[in-house]
């Protein structure tokens, strides 16, 4: 695994609504790379990460074989839950952009850090109760649509020389995040290219009109 760490006590700025006032707690710095691998399924769950910037995926594998998106972690937020249970991971963690990390043995976790990661927790299930409704409501058009938009408010999303917000994704990142096939995705998205409502490019996608692709996500 392609990473490099060091060992610190910097106070991470708070973000989603994490306690400003936290306390210190020693923790160790990691830097991974874009698509790589922070744990895997069946690793040993002894350590809690927050995310000081960058994108984390949480995934696991289907009955048949795919992976399936089952959350996002943004700057801010806490994961590696199973270290307060003693149990194994899973699901596997990857870096979706560059990405640092903090991360805590949770034996050493005290106090209002404790509290920071309840409330991180309790924002997550909120998106994830919203990802699921993503998943299970309207068709695969309208699935696409709102998992780009969604994309679009994560670090995966830029401006480029036009000035248009860009997502960085490729069609089987948008099949694992709208739990449906390769393929399938990328017939919606030459239909949304063709319509004008997206540019595509290598590993990229243009939101050229997201009020556009706003009324498909929303048009039950």
């Given at each position: 695994?392609?990473?490099?760490?060091?060992?610190?006590?910097?106070?991470?700025?708070?973000?989603?609504?994490?306690?400003?006032?936290?306390?210190?707690?020693?923790?160790?710095?990691?830097?991974?790379?874009?698509?790589?691998?922070?744990?895997?399924?069946?690793?040993?769950?002894?350590?809690?990460?927050?995310?000081?910037?960058?994108?984390?995926?949480?995934?696991?594998?289907?009955?048949?074989?795919?992976?399936?998106?089952?959350?996002?972690?943004?700057?801010?937020?806490?994961?590696?839950?199973?270290?307060?249970?003693?149990?194994?991971?899973?699901?596997?963690?990857?870096?979706?952009?560059?990405?640092?990390?903090?991360?805590?043995?949770?034996?050493?976790?005290?106090?209002?850090?404790?509290?920071?990661?309840?409330?991180?927790?309790?924002?997550?299930?909120?998106?994830?109760?919203?990802?699921?409704?993503?998943?299970?409501?309207?068709?695969?058009?309208?699935?696409?649509?709102?998992?780009?938009?969604?994309?679009?408010?994560?670090?995966?999303?830029?401006?480029?020389?036009?000035?248009?917000?860009?997502?960085?994704?490729?069609?089987?990142?948008?099949?694992?995040?709208?739990?449906?096939?390769?393929?399938?995705v990328s017939k919606i998205i030459t239909q949304l290219r063709?319509?004008?409502?997206?540019?595509?490019?290598?590993?990229?996608?243009?939101l050229l009109e997201p009020e556009i692709l706003d009324d498909i996500a929303n048009d039950?």
């Open positions: 695994m392609n990473s490099t760490m060091t060992r610190t006590n910097v106070r991470p700025q708070p973000m989603n609504g994490v306690n400003a006032n936290r306390t210190h707690a020693p923790h160790q710095l990691l830097k991974f790379d874009r698509k790589r691998a922070l744990y895997h399924h069946g690793d040993n769950a002894t350590t809690v990460y927050r995310v000081r910037s960058g994108l984390v995926r949480i995934t696991r594998m289907t009955p048949e074989g795919r992976i399936m998106t089952v959350r996002h972690v943004l700057p801010g937020d806490y994961f590696g839950e199973e270290a307060f249970t003693g149990e194994s991971r899973e699901e596997m963690a990857e870096a979706l952009t560059e990405t640092e990390l903090e991360a805590y043995e949770h034996a050493g976790l005290t106090g209002s850090i404790l509290m920071d990661i309840t409330q991180s927790l309790s924002h997550q299930m909120q998106r994830l109760v919203d990802y699921e409704y993503h998943l299970q409501t309207g068709d695969l058009r309208q699935r696409v649509a709102r998992y780009l938009l969604t994309l679009a408010e994560t670090p995966l999303a830029y401006e480029n020389d036009d000035g248009v917000t860009t997502v960085s994704a490729t069609h089987e990142l948008l099949a694992e995040g709208t739990a449906s096939t390769r393929e399938s063709v319509e004008g409502l997206i540019r595509t490019a290598y590993r990229s996608i243009a039950f």
